[in-house]
């Protein structure tokens, strides 16, 4: 509702202001292969994809019909200083209270990209955003497993415990993500930030007290 309040305001006081939405890889659901292209089907399978897609819908359906500049960012798995939660933040708190128990296989691949070149794509798509809607995929193209991120960031921690898994999936947790990106290069956008330049930068930002 909110999406459509503010597309609302463009449509009727400023419609020719660029609108870029953050969507997600969850609307792709479970990829048959691997990388993700822009033009995989989209078939969700946890609510925050379908609701993802459902907002991407009536952004296009705006784009099309009133003619708003729209793009689209289907980002993957983000991570910087100052998040507090999902894998990085839950592995920095579990793995300093000592506990070295994982849900799922641990073989799980995602594509993980840096807060700061997201924002950077985000302002490359402002300048491409029409009522043609451009989609592009947000990652780096290049996939690591749950596994490599904990324990990487363990070995940061100087605390080093064999880890275990439950080698039970989440429901709506897709094995496999890795972005397809030749579509937002081909704006002149590339990942700058390397993971595990990255991790550090987050372990370092979290033993500092996560300010």
Same mark, same amino acid.
């Not at 870029?20 to 990829?31: D, M, N, Q």
């Not at 296009?60 to 708003?68: C, G, P």
């Given at each position: 509702?909110?999406?459509?309040?503010?597309?609302?305001?463009?449509?009727?006081?400023?419609?020719?202001?660029?609108?870029?939405?953050?969507?997600?890889?969850?609307?792709?659901?479970?990829?048959?292969? @691997?990388?993700?292209?822009?033009?995989?089907?989209?078939?969700?399978?946890?609510?925050?994809?379908? =609701? /993802?897609?459902?907002?991407?819908?009536?952004?296009?359906?705006?784009? *099309? =019909?009133? @003619?708003?500049?729209?793009?689209?960012?289907?980002?993957?798995? @983000?991570?910087?200083?100052?998040?507090?939660?999902?894998?990085?933040?839950?592995?920095?708190? /579990?793995?300093?209270?000592?506990?070295?128990?994982?849900?799922?296989?641990?073989?799980?691949?995602?594509?993980?990209?840096?807060?700061?070149?997201?924002? *950077?794509?985000? @302002?490359?798509?402002?300048?491409?955003?029409?009522?043609?809607?451009?989609?592009?995929?947000? +990652?780096? +193209?290049?996939?690591?497993?749950?596994?490599?991120?904990?324990?990487?960031?363990?070995?940061?921690?100087?605390?080093?415990?064999?880890?275990?898994?439950?080698?039970?999936?989440?429901? +709506?947790?897709?094995?496999?993500?890795?972005?397809?990106?030749?579509?937002?290069?081909?704006?002149?956008?590339?990942?700058?930030?390397?993971?595990?330049?990255?991790?550090?930068?987050?372990?370092?930002?979290?033993?500092?007290?996560?300010?």
């Amino acid at each position: 509702s909110t999406t459509i309040t503010l597309l609302e305001f463009l449509r009727l006081h400023s419609p020719k202001t660029s609108f870029v939405y953050p969507s997600s890889a969850a609307v792709y659901g479970i990829a048959e292969k @691997l990388p993700i292209s822009e033009f995989t089907p989209l078939n969700p399978i946890s609510p925050y994809g379908v =609701h /993802k897609k459902i907002v991407e819908e009536i952004t296009q359906s705006y784009a *099309h =019909h009133f @003619l708003i500049p729209v793009a689209i960012a289907r980002f993957f798995s @983000l991570y910087g200083p100052g998040l507090r939660k999902q894998l990085l933040w839950d592995s920095c708190k /579990k793995i300093e209270n000592r506990d070295f128990n994982f849900y799922g296989t641990g073989n799980e691949v995602r594509d993980w990209l840096h807060v700061k070149d997201a924002a *950077h794509l985000l @302002l490359t798509l402002t300048s491409h955003a029409s009522s043609d809607a451009l989609v592009v995929n947000g +990652g780096t +193209g290049k996939g690591i497993t749950v596994h490599e991120i904990i324990e990487d960031v363990s070995q940061r921690m100087n605390i080093k415990n064999p880890l275990k898994f439950s080698h039970k999936p989440k429901p +709506g947790d897709p094995p496999g993500y890795i972005a397809d990106i030749k579509m937002a290069t081909c704006l002149g956008w590339k990942p700058q930030y390397l993971l595990q330049e990255g991790i550090e930068e987050y372990v370092h930002w979290y033993l500092s007290g996560a300010p």
